[in-house]
């Protein structure tokens, strides 16, 4: 079993900045690719980004490209995500999960979800 757990977000003004962390439990965390993905309200949960298990490798939406940035602490058992220039779209919920044997962009590749946390961009 692994635990999840999202911190880190709020209420930011367009064109701010918001660092998201994700502390983890239990397995070992460098076993696990790690991404993160979102909820906007009313629509479907999508992928955001993936950061490979020792770190070497990511993987972003087109929508957060260049804009987002994964990068992961195995000593500290946790992943982050630094998000600049936010906008009123990059409003959701913000969920980390746990892959054992995929580095993928699919929330079925994934085994293990934190609770979330949320974004707000006001514009």
């Known amino acids: 079993q692994v635990q999840l757990v999202e911190s880190g977000g709020g209420l930011v003004q367009a064109g701010g900045s918001l660092r998201l962390s994700c502390a983890a439990s239990?397995?070992?965390?460098?076993?696990?690719?790690m991404g993160w993905f979102r909820q906007p309200p009313g629509k479907e949960r999508e992928f955001v980004t993936v950061?490979?298990?020792?770190?070497?490798?990511?993987n972003y939406a087109g929508s957060v490209k260049g804009r987002f940035t994964i990068s992961r602490d195995n000593a500290k058992k946790t992943v982050y995500l630094q998000m600049n220039n936010l906008k009123p779209e990059d409003t959701a919920l913000y969920y980390c999960?746990?892959?054992?044997?995929?580095?993928?962009?699919?929330?079925?590749?994934?085994?293990?979800w934190g609770q979330g946390t949320q974004v707000t961009v006001s514009s």
């Open positions: 950061i490979s298990w020792r770190g070497n490798s990511v």
């Open positions: 239990g397995r070992t965390f460098s076993d696990y690719a």
């Open positions: 999960a746990a892959s054992r044997y995929h580095f993928g962009a699919e929330a079925s590749q994934y085994d293990y």
